[in-house]
T-cell receptor, first 113, second 110 residues
Framework: IAGITQAPTSQILAAGRRMTLRCTQD?????MYWYRQDLGLGLRLIHY???????GKGEVPDGYSVSRANTDDFPLTLASAVPSQTSVYFC????????????FGPGTRLTVT | EDQVTQSPEALRLQEGESSSLNCSYT??????LFWYRQDPGKGPEFLFT???AGEEKEKERLKATLTKKESFLHITAPKPEDSATYLC???????????FGKGTHLIIQP
């Protein structure tokens, strides 16, 4: 059982380019989340999905979009990357939205130049 | 606004030297408080959930406690492999994600 997988592991992206970060879980969890982690700022919630077919905005949603077509996948898209989106991105999941034990993937390190 | 403050930011201990990490929180209706461990270059690893004041959880050399305003992560006789960043997070009533503190970077020297 892999838990949560994320791809790519790392990426260097030119500003203005479109990028999709992939996240897949095999735990059949209903809720999924995207966080970004920046030095000195900690982990901050970007978007979440309480169940397949629904999504919501977190603390820092601007410049990002998500979709949840099925239970297992929760891709994060940067429509037009900017340097301030340089960060480490973590996908997480939990059994339900109100059961807060979230399990995290290994992360994607993104550099926007 | 929900807030989580962890202290100290960094802590260096000798192997076997017990200590405690602090997590102070301000939240509208605590649904749960969570402790995670994060190793360099990896995702956070879940350790504990605490739901109400007075609750305690233990795992090997770690023990987490909770009051109405703060949580402590006690580390007893630590080993070098306990070196990591420890993160505290809260979930407020009705919130859809976690609010994290900035973490305590713990180094255990042999």
């Amino acid at each position: 059982i892999a838990g949560i997988t994320q791809a790519p592991t790392s990426q260097i992206l030119a500003a203005g380019r479109r990028m999709t970060l992939r996240c897949t879980q095999d735990m059949r969890h209903n809720a999924m989340y995207w966080y970004r982690q920046d030095l000195g700022l900690g982990l901050r919630l970007i978007h979440y999905s309480n169940t397949a077919g629904t999504t919501g905005k977190g603390e820092v949603p601007d410049g990002y979009s998500v979709s949840r077509a099925n239970t297992d996948d929760f891709p994060l898209t940067l429509a037009s990357a900017v340097p301030s989106q340089t960060s480490v991105y973590f996908c997480a999941s939990s059994d339900t939205w109100d059961r807060g034990e979230q399990y995290f993937g290994p992360g994607t390190r993104l550099t926007v130049t | 606004e929900d807030q989580v403050t962890q202290s100290p930011e960094a802590l260096r201990l000798q192997e076997g030297e017990s200590s405690s990490l602090n997590c102070s929180y301000t939240v509208s209706g605590l649904r749960g408080l969570f402790w995670y461990r994060q190793d360099p270059g990896k995702g956070p690893e879940f350790l504990f959930t605490l739901y109400s004041a007075g609750e305690e959880k233990e795992k090997e050399r770690l023990k987490a406690t909770l009051t109405k305003k703060e949580s402590f992560l006690h580390i007893t006789a630590p080993k070098p492999e306990d070196s990591a960043t420890y993160l505290c997070a809260v979930q407020a009533g009705g919130a859809d994600g976690l609010t994290f503190g900035k973490g305590t970077h713990l180094i255990i020297q042999p």
